[in-house]
């Protein structure tokens, strides 16, 4: 489904939410002006039924939406085997970039260094772009309407998967944060606020707002979009200098080679994610699947200090889950603040939440609530000393819960892992692993090395020797589509059904054993 399909869909359901509520009003008017001489009449349109009606024309809307596979058509009529990497031509790639330089005032140049870093993508970069493809639906909407507002190119939201891979909580080792990598200094010049709690550098949407405003600001120094880039990623001073150097060029590729070679690389890298991410299925890239698109989420405000294991407890809303679409909180709690810091969720979680906000305020204060210590403490007769000594033996106090050395183990961070399953794995929580290695968030990387307190051994994993491929099933569950599954296991739709003959597409059922390899 396109943009503006979208937008047709989107004004239907609004119509008929319109003819609805009219046709509510009129006959709620009708039976406030007639008596009724049958006695009360059970009232068929009330607001419960009708705001879970239009919940659900939403909901299947958004479905629809999420489900949208329109690469499935290109990779079909391509021909494409599972796993195969095409080939393209210099004229054909230059050919798609034209295209793409046809529907933006932004130029992306078709030159030795674009083609080469495209290559390099499509080549060696293949996974990166079916997870950003995969994170783009929960990014990209909101993108979109923030440079449209601004009056910018909205190609540029492609900066955020060179700058973060579309990761709010990355951060580089010079220390710039979130989606579009702000420094400390410069969030701060474009009013993105931090403290114990919270860092806006990581919050979606007002660190694309400042990023939006910043590059604008470049765009007006320079009058050119490349070099624009050039000084996000360098900084003016950089760029200025470059410019002197090169006898006042006014385009980026006559002074590019006077530029830090980390920004040689920069708009070359720019332009091969565009061009990956808008051809993806060109190049037989099936995108990982969403877990949530930004048009199914809501966002609700609090007005008291809430911890996030709260919420979770109230809602079953996994806290690791929370702190995913709210990266902008450091920890798991959020503030109370004025004006309210907010919460963005899933519709249905959102929905939950506003009808028990009492109950959650409720319980957050039973839980998290301070007990003030009793200021009439009772010394024991066991230390009570006479006046004469001058020392006192008390044997030391020991809390068996504390982490010993003896039980300390260290675990390597592997592909695929994260802090549940690890937890798992020892037989410890989440928090715990979080307070043992001073982790201000679930996020984890490969590699890490994290400290482990637990007297159990963790599972072996025993080498075995390997064995031919094997034909692989996936079991469907509540929730599964034929669509769902293909690109849970980087399928297209014909390749799914060619694994399966015989299977109807539209009525797989819970239980139903689909081969997938």
């Known amino acids: 489904m396109n943009y503006l399909n979208m937008q047709k869909l989107l004004k239907k359901y609004s119509e008929l939410a319109l003819v609805i509520l009219f046709a509510f009003h009129f006959v709620g008017n009708s ?7 049958f ?3 059970s009232d068929t349109l009330n607001s419960e039924a009708f705001i879970n009606t239009v919940q659900q024309s939403l ?4 479905s629809d939406y999420a489900n949208d596979t329109k690469y499935d058509s290109i990779i079909n009529a391509l021909n494409y085997e599972p796993g195969q990497v095409p080939t393209f031509t210099d004229e054909q790639i230059c050919e798609q970039l034209q295209k793409m330089n046809e529907m933006t005032p932004f130029h992306l140049d078709c030159n030795s260094a674009t083609i080469s870093t495209i290559r390099f993508f499509a080549r060696e970069r293949r996974s990166f772009i079916r997870i950003a493809m995969g994170r783009s639906a929960l990014y990209f909407d909101m993108y979109k309407e923030k440079m449209a507002e601004y009056g910018i190119p909205i190609e540029l939201r492609f900066l955020s998967v060179i700058e973060s891979g579309l990761r709010p909580q990355i951060k580089s080792k010079a220390g710039a944060l979130g989606l579009w990598q702000f420094m400390y200094k410069t969030g701060l010049y474009f009013g993105l606020e931090e403290n114990s709690y919270i860092d806006e550098r990581m919050d979606p ?3 694309t707002d400042a990023a939006c405003r910043y590059l604008k600001q470049l765009y007006g120094i320079y009058g050119d979009w490349n070099l624009a880039l050039a000084a996000y990623n360098a900084g003016p001073g950089n ?5 002197r150097k090169s006898g006042n060029k006014a385009t980026y590729w006559e002074v590019r080679p006077y530029l830090p070679k980390e920004t040689q690389g920069y708009v070359p890298n720019f332009i091969a994610a565009a061009y990956m991410m808008t051809y993806h299925a060109e190049h037989n890239i099936i995108p990982m699947e969403a877990k949530i698109h930004n048009a199914q989420l809501d966002t609700m405000c609090l007005t008291e200090g809430v911890h996030m294991a709260t919420i979770s407890k109230l809602t079953d809303w996994e806290v690791e889950d929370i702190q995913t679409l709210n990266p902008v909180y450091k920890t798991a709690f959020i503030p109370k603040t004025k004006p ?5 969720g899933p519709l249905e979680k959102i929905s939950l939440l506003v009808g028990i906000q009492d109950s959650l305020y409720a319980l957050e204060k039973s839980i998290y609530s301070p007990v003030k210590p009793s200021t009439n403490i009772e010394t024991p007769d066991a230390i009570v000393a006479d006046s004469s000594d001058t020392t006192i033996n008390v044997e030391p106090i020991i809390v068996d819960s504390l982490p010993k050395k003896e039980n300390l183990q260290y675990h390597k961070v592997k592909p695929g892992d994260n802090l549940k399953n690890i937890a798992l794995k020892f037989n410890v929580n989440v928090e715990q692993i979080m307070e043992w290695n001073a982790l201000r968030t679930a996020n984890i990387y490969v590699g890490q090395r994290l400290k482990i307190y637990t007297d159990q051994a963790p599972k072996v994993n025993v080498v075995q020797t390997p064995k031919p491929p094997a034909k692989k099933y996936y079991i469907v569950r509540s929730g599964d589509t034929f669509s769902r599954v293909a690109q849970k296991h980087n399928l297209t739709l014909a390749q799914l059904q060619k694994l399966n003959p015989g299977v109807r597409v539209n009525r797989i059922t819970v239980g139903q054993r689909l081969r997938v390899k």
Do not use: D, H
Not at 239 to 243: R, T, W, Y
């Open 340 to 344: 309210a810091r907010c919460i963005t």
């Open 31 to 37: 039976f406030a002006q007639k008596p009724n001489p």
């Open 59 to 62: 909901q299947l809307f958004y």
């Open 239 to 243: 760029v200025n200098k470059a410019i």
């Open 205 to 207: 949407e007002k660190s």
């Open 39 to 41: 006695g009360k009449v």
